[in-house]
Structure formats: C-alpha cells, structure tokens
C-alpha cells in the first residue's frame, strides 16, 4: 500500500506571519474577504467587451462590402483560371461554364483538379493533393 505524503507542519512563528499577509488574522478565508471589492468585477469587462465589438460589427454593416481591387498580375491569374474552367465545362460537356459553376460541389471541383493533373505542364502532381480538397 502506497505511503500518503504528510503535511508538512511549519513552526508558529511562520504560521502567524503567513496569515498576516493574507490580510487575516486567523489564517483562514471569512466571507468578509472573499465579500473584497478589488474594484474588478468580470462582467463589466465582458460587457465593455461585447459594446466593443457589436460597435465594431455596426461599422462593418454601414461600410457595407468591400470588393476586392486586385494587381494586375490577379487579374491575369483569374483569367487564366477562367479560361480553364471554360475548357474543362467544354471538353467534359457541363453546359455554361457560369451555371456549372454555380452548381458545382466538392466532387465538381476534385474532378477539375485531377482533369488539370493530367493536363500538359500542370503544377498539380499528386493525388493526395486533390482529396484534401
């Protein structure tokens, strides 16, 4: 049977001054010290924080969106990306690249990725990185 650790006793003179500087002087907590007003009280900060943060969220709603005002360098790279999306709704018959692409789930868009994988110089090499999608 395992031995239980004793408490260690501390001489009185060490028991007193412990005590003193909790503020009590019988070394144990009253409720006249946990009734202390540290001036703290954490629902004033949680509702200074939630004032923060829906004036915060009443900003964004009068800014409205803010639409994206890409480099000409994105720019290039979404008309490519374009451009291949039409390919491949052409070459795999899906109709309007633009409704297929509203209609498209997860499965549309792992059939694009392994369509490009077998495309001529494609920056896509491995399976694994199409099922992460």
Same mark, same amino acid.
């Given at each position: 049977?395992?031995?239980?650790?004793?408490?260690?006793?501390?001489?009185?003179?060490?028991?007193?001054?412990?005590?003193?500087?909790?503020?009590?002087?019988?070394?144990?907590?009253?409720?006249?010290?946990?009734? $202390?007003?540290?001036?703290?009280?954490?629902?004033?900060? $949680?509702?200074?924080?939630?004032?923060?943060?829906?004036?915060?969220?009443?900003? $964004?709603?009068?800014?409205?969106?803010?639409?994206?005002?890409?480099?000409?360098?994105?720019?290039?790279?979404?008309?490519?990306?374009?451009?291949?999306?039409?390919?491949?709704?052409?070459?795999?018959?899906?109709?309007?690249?633009?409704?297929?692409?509203?209609?498209?789930?997860?499965?549309? $868009?792992? #059939?694009?990725?392994?369509?490009?994988?077998?495309?001529?110089?494609?920056?896509?090499?491995?399976?694994?990185?199409?099922? #992460?999608?």
């Amino acid at each position: 049977m395992p031995s239980a650790k004793k408490r260690q006793k501390l001489p009185v003179s060490d028991a007193i001054d412990s005590s003193a500087a909790s503020g009590s002087a019988s070394g144990s907590d009253s409720d006249s010290d946990s009734e $202390f007003n540290s001036g703290y009280s954490s629902n004033n900060l $949680f509702d200074s924080k939630a004032k923060y943060y829906q004036k915060v969220r009443a900003k $964004f709603v009068v800014a409205g969106l803010n639409l994206a005002n890409p480099c000409n360098e994105i720019k290039a790279m979404m008309k490519k990306e374009e451009n291949l999306w039409n390919l491949h709704c052409k070459e795999t018959r899906k109709g309007d690249p633009v409704a297929a692409l509203k209609a498209a789930i997860a499965e549309d $868009f792992k #059939t694009v990725l392994v369509w490009r994988r077998e495309r001529k110089n494609s920056r896509i090499k491995r399976e694994a990185t199409i099922s #992460t999608y």
